[in-house]
């Protein structure tokens, strides 16, 4: 199957996800194992959340698929998690060993996105997806990762109403 083509039904099938979940921890869940099940180059899929009240501010591991990490707690001023999560944009990192932020979960992991979540503007957390391979995430892979966290940000955002 082309890559177009499997991004648009796991895009598809998300969105079915979505409307089926019935709260944001059971639908993110849902979308580390679609990701990590059908995208063949997303070896560790997670999403990290901000410790409510936690001062310095620290990223918290929620559901994941993939190996065990070391990193379950990230400060704000660590890594490509940090980074992303600091100043609300996407970083996609082709090479993590020419990258000075890049923590090393595994030897394995050769290139990472991080995509913030937003929920009514502000930033609650992360989908942080590792690969094996380098330059794994394309423009087409971001917009698809970028679409996973908008959605877990509504259907956060929903249960927050």
Known sequence: ???????????????????????????????????????????????YLLEPGAEPPVLVLGAFEGAMTPHTRIPLN???C??????????????????PRYLACSLETKS????????RGKIVGEL?????????FTPEHQALVQYCAQVVGRKMEAFQA
């Open 1 to 47: 199957m082309a890559v177009a083509a499997r991004i648009e039904e796991v895009r598809n099938e998300l969105t079915d996800l979505a409307e089926r979940s019935r709260s944001a921890a059971e639908l993110m869940q849902s979308v580390v194992k679609l990701l990590h099940d059908r995208m063949l180059k997303y070896n560790w899929v997670g999403f």
């Open 78 to 80: 660590q890594g490509i």
């Open 82 to 99: 940090g980074a992303a999560a600091s100043s609300g944009q996407t970083v996609v990192v082709d090479d993590v060993n020419k990258d």
């Open 112 to 119: 990472e996105i991080v995509v913030p979540v937003f929920v």
């Open 128 to 136: 942080d997806i590792d690969s094996h391979f380098p330059a794994a």
